[in-house]
């Protein structure tokens, strides 16, 4: 029978993987950074920019799904290396920002396979075991999380928002993926499907972070300080999902989700 009651330690985890989830997302990162709203960036974007984010997202996750997980060994526990994986994505920003736009395509696929890997190094941290499906469906998810979007529910929080959204094309994901998740042309219906998904959360923090690299002022050194924006924000919503996914292991999604929404609760007292 499953404990329902969180420990101490469990609880003050409980709350760090809250305060990592439900604070300001990218676009409010990237304003503190450059001093101006980053929505007044977006305009501009070329009118088609946001039909080529779409289908740049869907490959870049594609890639990076096939590609990021199967460089790390499975041992579970330890210590991710965050530095290093934020020293990769800084370097690949800085070569998109010297290109403008016209370098995201490339940076794009890179950045996000640098992502994937140092989210599944964090998931690994947490004692999740990386030949596991269910493990690299969750590292999937992680691209769908602290992106804004008109669908929510304000009455719950949107970490749990968005694991709902997710839940059955992940569920129907796991029957496919098996032991490894290969994105190929004959890729199973119901993983593209997952991926789809997640990609349409994912391109709105694309679109914010090719709407700040558009700034001409920024540069090779601003696209590297934006890619680290980047991988930060990311690296923030693994911590705080797997910290989730490990204490969901011990007492049970249910009793952790509503341990979860009453520190929200609190909060607006």
């Not at 070329?46 to 890639?63: E, Y």
């Not at 290396?81 to 800085?94: E, F, P």
């Not at 395509?105 to 690994?124: C, G, H, K, W, Y």
């Amino acid at each position: 029978m499953e404990d329902t009651r969180l420990s101490p330690a469990d609880l003050d985890a409980l709350r760090q993987a809250h305060a990592l989830l439900e604070n300001p997302g990218l676009a409010a990162r990237i304003t503190n950074l450059i001093g101006a709203p980053v929505e007044k960036f977006l305009d501009r974007l070329p009118a088609s920019w946001n039909a080529r984010i779409g289908q740049a997202t869907r490959l870049a996750l594609s890639k990076a799904a096939d590609a990021a997980l199967f460089t790390l060994t499975d041992k579970p526990g330890g210590v991710s290396s965050n530095r290093w994986h934020k020293l990769g994505a800084a370097v690949t920003g800085g070569a998109g920002g010297f290109f403008g736009l016209a370098g995201l395509a490339v940076e794009l696929p890179i950045s996000t396979t640098i992502m994937m890997r140092s989210i599944a190094d964090i998931a690994r941290s947490e004692g999740e075991s990386l030949v596991a499906p269910d493990t690299r469906l969750a590292c999937l998810e992680v691209f769908a999380l602290g992106g804004a979007n008109e669908s929510d529910d304000g009455a719950e929080s949107g970490y749990y928002v968005v694991r709902a959204a997710l839940a059955h094309a992940v569920s129907q994901a796991a029957e496919y993926a098996g032991g490894r998740i290969a994105v190929e042309k004959a890729a199973p219906p119901a993983l593209m499907r997952l991926i789809t998904l997640v990609a349409e959360r994912f391109g709105i923090q694309i679109t914010e972070k090719a709407a700040a690299q558009a700034i001409p002022a920024l540069g090779a050194a601003g696209g590297a300080l934006i890619n680290t924006l980047f991988i930060d924000h990311f690296q923030d919503m693994a911590r705080g999902h797997f910290i989730i996914r490990r204490l969901d292991r011990h007492y049970g999604e249910e009793a952790v989700r509503l341990a979860y929404k009453s520190l929200g609760q609190r909060g607006k007292d």
